[in-house]
Antibody, heavy 118, light 108 residues
């Protein structure tokens, strides 16, 4: 059974870079046809797609965040990562990693809360 | 960007009753729409894709309908475990997915 687990600091200072890693188990991150993505949810609010990386390495980002986001893959560790630079309090959210095709999300991580505060 | 608008924001329903949730797209998304259920402290769970196809393991009391800009999720007879927040998501405009703001289904 595929499992995804987010990890990273739960507290980030304003203007710094948020860095999260998603570890994939029960399947290979190099499997063809899959995308590996990040979605976030501010406390008490809805879902926002951040971006995704295809198994081939192509990346796709939400235009509203594109200037600050980098998603990368480490196939040797079966992990993919998110970096979001110049964070503000508005970036406080639960961050989910996920596996998907181009359409809907069938596998989600449990999510990790990241708070931006000094 | 395609804006997804869900209504109502909160729906109060008694167990055993039918719940009808709406999702409207700002432009046509064909049938490229999914519904998710989210319970407190949990990740969303896929219920419906292609506007009307139930995901694996989803009970038959969940049904989806619609195409273009108007979509509906119906829960035919609410069970206690169905009280949650429901989100619609369009994927017609990949790679720019957008989600609705959610409908909370609460116990009346």
């Amino acid at each position: 059974q595929l499992q995804l687990q987010e990890s990273g600091p739960g507290l980030v200072k304003p203007s710094e870079t948020l860095s999260l890693t998603c570890t994939v188990s029960g399947g290979s991150i190099s499997s063809s046809s899959y995308y590996w993505g990040w979605i976030r949810q501010p406390p008490g609010k809805g879902l926002e797609w951040i971006g995704s990386i295809y198994y081939s390495g192509s990346t796709y980002y939400n235009p509203s965040l594109k200037s600050r986001v980098t998603i990368s893959v480490d196939t040797s560790k079966n992990q993919f990562s998110l970096k979001l630079s110049s964070v503000t309090a508005a970036d406080t959210a639960v961050y989910y990693c996920a596996r998907h095709f181009w359409n809907f999300i069938s596998y989600w991580g449990q999510g990790t809360l990241v708070t931006v505060s000094s | 960007e395609i804006v997804m608008t869900q209504s109502p924001a909160t729906l109060s329903v008694s167990p055993g009753e039918r719940a009808t949730l709406s999702c409207r797209a700002s432009q046509s998304v064909s049938s490229n729409l999914a519904w998710y259920q989210q319970k407190p402290g949990q990740a969303p769970r896929l219920l419906i894709y292609g506007a009307s196809t139930r995901a694996t393991g989803i009970p038959a009391r969940f049904s989806g309908s619609g195409s273009g800009t108007e979509f509906t999720l119906t829960i035919s007879s609410l069970q206690s475990e169905d009280f949650a927040v429901y989100y619609c998501q369009q994927y017609n405009n990949w790679p720019l997915w957008t989600f609705g703001q959610g409908t909370k289904v609460e116990i009346k």
